[in-house]
């Protein structure tokens, strides 16, 4: 699964290009203004990234043609349906946060509580991250059926996912603490003139993050294209 994620982002770099720039500069902002004004915009932005390679996993169809079919109609209660997947993870995790130590700390009780939803978000998709993508096609919709498609193949997706969501996030705060190693400063700005390598360690951990959506959205959509059983089907609809 790990190549066709590659082979998908190689046949549509050029959206990447704009999600990872996109992404940047919202960081960017939030950084500069000291607000986090532009988590909604993020989040579209990766939950259309993953409609659109499932969509292109499901049609065997480029970005472009994924996104002619979808259209609002669809992109908007697929949004909706990730959102309330990701708030049951959260509400899942959330505890976890509160009985943590005090002695750790703001800044690791929030890292751990960050990891803890990753994993927790990793296993609510395991089991009912075909949910959203049921929006696409139109077939088998309800949780019920979500939850079907989930449990039959729960441990090797679970499994997938958590190292598919992790790992890139582990990377992307690798690269951080090695640059800071260096006496690098944090922020992309420096007294008005970019900081290139702040600059191109964000495009780095925005290309991480790129790939580890990607790969969830291609596991997930096979899932659901197992659940459902119409290769068939689907393939002849492309064409």
Do not use: H
């Not at 009780?109 to 990793?122: E, G, K, P």
Request: glycine residues 10%; aromatic residues 12%.
């Amino acid at each position: 699964m790990l190549r066709e994620t590659f082979s998908i982002i190689g046949r549509n770099w050029s959206m990447y290009v704009v999600v990872v720039i996109g992404t940047m500069a919202l960081s960017i902002f939030d950084e500069l203004s000291g607000k986090t004004t532009s988590g909604g915009a993020t989040s579209f932005i990766w939950s259309y990234v993953a409609m659109c390679v499932q969509g292109a996993v499901i049609y065997s169809a480029p970005f472009a043609e994924v996104g002619k079919r979808a259209g609002f109609g669809r992109t908007f209660p697929y949004f909706l349906k990730t959102v309330a997947l990701l708030i049951g993870a959260l509400v899942i995790s959330l505890p976890i946060f509160m009985f943590l130590p005090s002695e750790l700390g703001v800044s690791v009780s929030v890292l751990l509580f960050a990891f803890a939803l990753l994993v927790a978000y990793a296993l609510v998709l395991s089991l009912l991250g075909t949910w959203p993508t049921s929006s696409i096609t139109g077939r088998g919709t309800t949780l019920v059926d979500a939850l079907r498609r989930g449990t039959a193949r729960f441990f090797p997706t679970s499994g997938r996912l958590v190292a598919g969501m992790i790992l890139p996030a582990v990377l992307s705060m690798l690269l951080v603490v090695v640059t800071s190693q260096f006496g690098t400063s944090p922020l992309p700005l420096v007294d008005g003139k970019p900081n290139v390598v702040m600059l191109a360690i964000s495009a780095a951990a925005a290309f991480l993050q790129a790939l580890g959506v990607s790969y969830a959205a291609v596991v997930v959509a096979r899932v659901y294209l197992s659940g459902e059983q119409r290769f068939a089907e689907f393939g002849t609809a492309a064409a």
